[in-house]
């Protein structure tokens, strides 16, 4: 039990369409990370938020967006949903952005399936 | 930029033999390197992870890594495989918060009886 919790945990979109997933980060923790795990592949970073702010982006066109709310809570949009987007969206946790050692918080996850 | 390379997808061990899962990385700044765990249709979670000091990393359910600088390498070992160890493994790198890191593809683990 990380603390760090996602929604919804499975859901079938269609190609074309928006999703938003979302993330409760573990109480305390002002940073927010998102990744994209396709099946059988490590978790690719999507991007960070710090203080609201976004705070680093991975190789992810502008259809993936974020937004990070002043409780710290977290969404991730992605528009014009393409069947690659199939996969688990991943959020994870922490505190303070610049402490590289810092331990992060997964969470499940999310399971998106593009039909 | 980083890279991590994880040499074999999928290792098989019997239980109570060594566990080795190998990996290894590229990073132009010294790295911080970081081992998760992951059970089916779960998140991950961390074993261990090497910031600074120490090379040989001890985490939990009794893995450790060493960190190799000479040879940019940081494998995961435990000493005798449980059945519940059965998982897959992620080695991860990073040379700014943990939260921008850059993973393997993985290393599927199987414990035999």
């Given amino acids: 039990e990380t603390g760090v919790t996602q929604s919804p945990t499975h859901l079938i979109k ?96 999310s399971w998106l399936t593009v039909v | 930029a980083q890279s991590v390379t994880q040499l074999g997808s999928h290792v098989s061990v019997s239980e109570g033999a060594l566990v080795l899962l190998r990996c290894n990385y590229s990073s132009s700044v010294p790295p911080y390197l970081f081992w998760y765990v992951q059970y089916p249709n779960q998140g991950l979670q961390l074993l261990l992870k090497y910031t600074t000091g120490a090379t040989l990393v001890k985490g939990i359910n009794g893995f450790e890594a ?19 160890d059965a998982a897959e493994y992620f080695c991860a790198v990073s040379v700014q918060s943990a939260g921008k890191s850059t993973f393997g593809d993985g290393t599927t683990l199987t414990v035999k009886p």
């Fill in chain 1, 14 to 109: 269609t190609r074309g369409q928006q999703v938003t997933l979302r993330c409760s980060s573990q109480s305390g923790h002002n940073t927010v990370s998102w990744y994209q795990q396709a099946l059988g592949q490590g978790p690719q970073f999507i991007f960070q938020y710090y203080r609201e702010e976004e705070n680093g982006r991975g190789n992810f066109p502008p259809r993936f967006s974020g937004l990070q709310f002043p409780n710290y809570s977290s969404e991730l949009n992605v528009n014009a949903l393409e069947l690659d987007d199939s996969a688990l969206y991943l959020c994870a946790s922490s505190s303070g952005q610049q402490l590289t050692g810092n331990t992060i918080y997964f969470g499940e996850g």
């Fill in chain 2, 66 to 84: 060493e960190f190799k600088k000479s040879e940019t390498s940081f494998h995961l070992t435990k000493p005798s495989a449980h059945m519940s």
